[in-house]
């Protein structure tokens, strides 16, 4: 069965893509590395080095005010 959830429009906090780039940024925002390529190595070991457990934690959305009570997500595993 598939339910439609609305939220509210332009809200980044309930998109899945925005809370993994938060946790990225908030990982390397107080480092001050020299060039961007050191800027890439951060972003690249970050997603390297973390779960899928982890990732799945941070992009679920259990903090928004705008899910009904009880509401789950159930991920799958990727290929």
């Known amino acids: ?12 906090q309930d998109n899945p893509v925005e809370r993994i780039w938060a946790a990225l940024k ?3 925002a ?7 390529a050191d800027r890439v190595r951060q972003a690249h070991a ?3 080095y973390r ?3 982890e990732n799945r934690t ?3 959305p259990w903090t928004s005010p705008w899910l009904p009570e009880g509401y ?3 991920f799958r595993s990727g290929a």
């Open 1 to 12: 069965r598939l339910q439609v959830i609305e939220g509210a429009r332009y809200s980044p």
């Open 26 to 28: 908030r990982k390397i």
């Open 30 to 36: 107080n480092t001050a590395p020299a060039t961007m």
């Open 46 to 48: 970050f997603f390297r």
């Open 51 to 53: 779960t899928d457990a």
């Open 58 to 60: 941070t992009a679920a």
């Open 72 to 74: 789950e997500q159930h």
